[in-house]
């Protein structure tokens, strides 16, 4: 299955596991927020401490696994361009563009394409939580002070992730203005089968 | 009120809008982990990457506000004599013990302490978030890796957290070896009435 996402929407699908997923940035400098849940309970979903915590590392890339807050692993990232994505921020949502953007129009943003995606899957917008923001591009300081830039990708980047379960993704081409340097760009996304 | 939690042991009471909570390290050396949720709806809980969203930073200190999941700010650090919290790493479980400590005995951890203590006020395990690691002292490398060391505290430091709200407050005294140095130790807390 290959899909692509128009800039500012979201999508849910069911992964099952052994299939892998490809996040692609078409054209560069795009932002894709990633959100995982267990099918067999959707209760169970994508953690970013439990996966800092395994992991004992904030910055994911090849080799790493995306925990889930019952400390089940969920997703393992297989391939990874880019190697810089963000697991600290939440999904922009009306109130973030109220916060940071006061001279735009209010979108509802990642979290509100993420919460209309997920309703028919039983998921309500309380359960979302902190997503992996793939290629979202969030240096941390020295002192702990965190700057949104530009992503560093190239047209044609991408991230696979395969999954370790049966799961209900949730997945968006950014909405927000920072996170993607001022544009607003598809992402295209792709399930490779099983492996015999 | 004033109050002293055990070592490995944990607590939950109710924070009314003005009061100020007061956390000590009596002795130096703890952690304690720290929940938050509004007592209109405790669905809205304390979000680490909502904080970080809107305070810029992973480092909270004096001045900076945490967040709910909802967008609204909970409490405000209005004192810290340490300056060095965590709020990326899950409160330990029977999950996190059996991963680290293999050749420990396995306990429940604040995760475990956490839920018994806010089982009375409908709080499920699931609902656990991240919570805000008092006291504990996670440096963040340049490649994004993460380390656990003994907290910086000497006898008798604290911090103070201002309620923005009423709130359901969860606390602890943390059980896990890496976070305290190896050591167990209590925890003081104490309410401050609403000021005149």
Known sequence: MNGRLAPRSGVAFSLRKGEVLKVIDPEGGQVSDLLAF?????????????????????QLTTGNRLWSNRSNP?????????????????????ATFRHFYRDKPVHRGCFGN?????????????????AFNIFMNVPVAGNGALRVLPPETKPGDRIALLALVDLVIGLTACSAYDSCGGTFKPI?????????
């Open 38 to 58: 267990m099918s067999a309970d959707t209760a169970e979903v994508l953690s970013n401490g439990r996966t800092f915590d395994y992991e004992e590392t904030i």
């Open 114 to 130: 993420l919460a209309e995606a997920l309703a028919p899957y039983g998921i309500g917008p309380d359960a979302i939580p902190v």
């Open 188 to 196: 295209d996304y792709e399930i490779e089968p099983i492996a015999a």
């Open 74 to 94: 969920m997703l393992e990232i297989v391939d990874d361009t880019v190697g810089r994505h963000d697991f600290l921020l939440t999904p922009c949502s009306e």
